[in-house]
Structure formats: structure tokens, C-alpha cells
T-cell receptor
Framework: GNSVTQMEGPVTLSEEAFLTINCTYT??????LFWYVQYPGEGLQLLLK?????DKGSNKGFEATYRKETTSFHLEKGSVQVSDSAVYFC????????????FGSGTRLSIRP | GAVVSQHPSWVICKSGTSVKIECRSL??????MFWYRQFPKQSLMLMAT?????????EQGVEKDKFLINHASLTLSTLTVTSAHPEDSSFYIC?????????????FGNGTRLTVT
């Protein structure tokens, strides 16, 4: 079946540190991959996506590259800020309109000033 | 921008009673909405796809008589947890897409935390 496994949290970093949140997936066919973010008190929102192998999604300084050979989509940011504190969800979709999303368990990130 | 609103944000009910959760698209019409459930420290699990004017499509293992979904208008879908039990306590989240935009992202509500005592 289709599933997403991501790094367990919580992750606590100092401001300006380098961030990596690992994500691997299992899927039939060729999934699209996503990172969603949930800031405190808000709903989930799309952070970035990649729809085919070797695509790199990027937004707000975050990046993730679709690696088919390792079935991974790790999230990275070179210098985190306090405002990046949130819960991050890795996700995939195997339908063409990306309506049915399968989520990982989420990783809580806390950034210390 | 597009916003999906859920109400209530939290609810406590007694075992055996029913609880209704509303999901509204505030500035767009959503022919399809999705309901998710999240247990502590676990993934969001898709429960069902709510279709305006027709029956909802439930994922495998989700009891349709337990979780009643009604999508009576283009801006409102409701999830009713019937005869609630403590094991139904969870975080329920809805989402919707702006129709006709192909690969547009899902818009999520803030979720409803249900506690059954």
C-alpha cells in the first residue's frame, strides 16, 4: 500500500541552525510528494511539492528533492527562524488531481531564539 | 484567500450522544470536501470524501453508519459522530479544493477536537 514515514519529533534547534526532517515513502505508481506545515492555531497549509523524480520543491527557504532511488523527500532549510516553529507533515498522493492525500505522522519543530 | 472554517474547534460530549461538526468553505464553492481523523502522534487518516448532492465515499474500515456525512450545499459539509464512545475521541479535520483548478492545493480547516467522556 501507500504510506509515508517521517522523522519523529519533537525537534528543537537554535535560530540559524540547519534543519533536516527526514521523510521516506512507499507507493504504487508514481506519487506526487508534499510537505504541509501547521503553524500554532492554524490549519494545515501546503509548504512545497514535487510531482516527479528529481524535482525540487522550494518555498520560504525550505527545499525538498524527490529522490526516487531512495524513495525519499527530506525537508531542509539552511537557517531556521523562530517563526518556523510548527508541525511539518510529509505527504503523498497517487491520484492525478492530488485530492486524496496520505500523510506522515508529523514532526514538531521548535526553534529557540 | 481561500479559507475553510470548522466548527466547533473543540467539543466534549457524553458517551452515547451524537456530535455534529461543520466544515464550511468561506469564499469558494467546494463540490468535494474531505474528512480526516488524527490520533495523538499519528498521521492524519482520510475517513471519507464528501460529495455535494450525493453520498459520501468512505475509506476502508470507516463505519458509514457511525460517521454520517452530509454535503447539502456547495459550501457546507457536516460530519456527525453518532452514539459516540470514548474511542471516538480524536482530532477531526476537513479540507476542500477550489474546483476547476486542476492541481490546486487542498485548503484545511483548523480541526475539531472531540472528547467523549
Amino acid at each position: 500500500g501507500n504510506s509515508v514515514t517521517q522523522m519523529e519529533g519533537p525537534v528543537t534547534l537554535s535560530e540559524e541552525a540547519f534543519l533536516t526532517i527526514n521523510c521516506t515513502y512507499t507507493a504504487t505508481g508514481y506519487p506526487s510528494l508534499f510537505w504541509y506545515v501547521q503553524y500554532p492555531g492554524e490549519g494545515l497549509q501546503l509548504l512545497l511539492k514535487a510531482t516527479k523524480a528529481d524535482d525540487k520543491g522550494s518555498n520560504k527557504g525550505f527545499e525538498a528533492t524527490y529522490r526516487k532511488e531512495t524513495t525519499s523527500f527530506h525537508l531542509e532549510k539552511g537557517s531556521v527562524q523562530v517563526s518556523d516553529s510548527a508541525v511539518y507533515f510529509c505527504a503523498l498522493s497517487v491520484d492525478s488531481s492530488a485530492s486524496k492525500i496520505i500523510f506522515g505522522s508529523g514532526t514538531r519543530l521548535s526553534i529557540r531564539p | 484567500g481561500a479559507v475553510v472554517s470548522q466548527h466547533p474547534s473543540w467539543v466534549i460530549c457524553k458517551s452515547g450522544t451524537s456530535v455534529k461538526i461543520e466544515c464550511r468553505s468561506l469564499d469558494f464553492q467546494a463540490t468535494t470536501m474531505f474528512w480526516y481523523r488524527q490520533f495523538p502522534k499519528q498521521s492524519l487518516m482520510l475517513m471519507a470524501t464528501s460529495n455535494e448532492g450525493s453520498k459520501a465515499t468512505y475509506e476502508q474500515g470507516v463505519e458509514k453508519d457511525k460517521f454520517l456525512i452530509n454535503h447539502a450545499s456547495l459550501t457546507l459539509s457536516t460530519l456527525t459522530v453518532t452514539s459516540a464512545h470514548p474511542e471516538d475521541s480524536s482530532f477531526y479535520i476537513c479540507s476542500a479544493k477550489i474546483p476547476g483548478q486542476g492541481y490546486s492545493p487542498l485548503h484545511f480547516g483548523n480541526g475539531t477536537r472531540l472528547t467523549v467522556t
